[in-house]
């Protein structure tokens, strides 16, 4: 009762002077009247004089007096609190003296929790629980040391982070994947789940990201996402084997599961382990439910696995008109042209990578798989120099693709290199009647001219 008696008269307005009532509103406090209030203004004086020339050790004995006789006096005394207590840790050598440093920083947090209505009344920008909790996840794991137990870490971390979600400080996207990680090697059956953080993680920072306006948090946020990818593959969790040893024999115990199949479809797509049986059979059993892109694009390549190449066009034709994305609409038409090129069907499959390039003309790789199928097919005409001039044609492509995509320039000019030296010689042409600045329509399938040079 004394306790709470002291913490409202410190709390109460003081309203003696305008410096105090000034800096009431700035630092978030309130003061009140009498020899208990006077000593608490007195403390809050002492102490946070010493923080400021970060003297943590004398600023301890005057901040732990208002810590615990005035709760709700000011949100600093828990932000300088955390504060000096870090320091304190980080400084004494004594183990015990570390331990009792530790709980009482823990206290600082379950604290602020405690009082967080009134204290949110005393300042403009208010704190969430989920911030808090997230602060203290990251104090338990950066400060228990030896001590650090997994489960309780984790257990915080997720709640922060479940509360927060894109709004999270940086740093929490991380703890998550740090300790999430360090569960996964003590706990086999913690593979899913770590999937699971990693799409939360990676999910939320990249949404955080995307609405960040200041330079220095996009770069915060940058190198968190970074991490938290460094963390998921580093991990080995990553590998198509695990998803599919992970998943397989779920996906046949959750057919009826949209929500599941569509997980399961989503990580895999982004690992690019789309020819592992758990992708298909998610893919097939949602599609039956509600047909989308990605699970029509499932099922294609399931087909083209399976051998049935009618059937996996058939779906990738779905996937090409159930798409809204146009980049995603090119790259479902890229994947049908590819299996149609694996097949020696060049002329359907060009007609797949023009479609591809109708929805992204800058589509690099649509230009040199039409460049690769024309150097598969150079035998046209019953004339050798002729047949040589389809190397022209593949080559203009490659030039094309390095023209409109700078991410596949080093592999265009690498073909552009091995095409070149199949070119005929102009003593070849010579004898056709031909020379550089020629134009020659190959013919075949390609039905292409193109020039001699």
Known sequence: MKMKMFTMLCVLSLGTTATFAQKGVEDG????????????????????????????KDAYTPWKAVFTEAPIAQVSTYTNGAKILRALIASTKDA?????????????????????????????????KGSI???????????????????????????????????SDYFMFQDLM???????????????????DYLTASGYAEEALKAATKQSTKKLLKTTKDNVDAYFINSGAASCENLQAIYGPKVAQNKSNLDYLKQVISVMQMLKC???????????????I?????????????????????????YFDQAIELEQDVMAKAEN???AAVVLMSKKMYGKARQYANKALSFNPNSGKAYILIAQMYAASPNWSDEAALNKCVYFAAIDKLQRAKNVDPSVAEEAQKLINTYSAYTPKDEDLFFLGLKKGSSVTIGGWIGETTTIR
Do not use: W
């Not at 709980?103 to 967080?116: G, K, P, S, T, V």
């Not at 489960?151 to 927060?164: G, S, V």
């Not at 300790?179 to 593979?191: G, N, Q």
């Open 178 to 196: 740090d300790i999430s990680s360090r569960k996964l090697k003590t706990d086999d059956a913690h593979k899913e789940q770590f999937i699971q």
């Open 274 to 288: 789309t020819n592992e049986e758990a992708y298909f059979e998610a893919s097939e059993a949602a599609h039956a």
């Open 333 to 335: 038409s890229y994947n």
């Open 96 to 128: 015990a003296q570390q331990k009792a440093y530790f709980n009482e920083l823990m206290a600082i947090h379950d604290q602020r929790i405690q009082y967080l209505d009134q204290l949110n009344g005393l300042v403009r920008t208010p704190a969430t």
């Open 29 to 56: 406090s309130r003061f009140g009247h009498g020899e208990d209030s006077l000593r608490c203004l007195k403390n809050i004086s002492i102490y946070t004089e010493y923080v400021k020339t970060n003297n943590y």
């Open 290 to 314: 509600e047909p989308t892109a990605a699970t029509a694009a499932g099922c294609g390549y399931m087909y083209y696995k399976k051998g049935d190449l009618d059937k996996s066009i058939s």
């Open 133 to 167: 909790l997230g602060m203290k996840a990251h104090d338990y794991i950066v400060f228990s040391g030896s001590n650090l137990d997994v489960e309780t870490a984790y257990k915080m971390t997720k709640e922060a982070i479940d509360l927060e979600k894109e709004n």
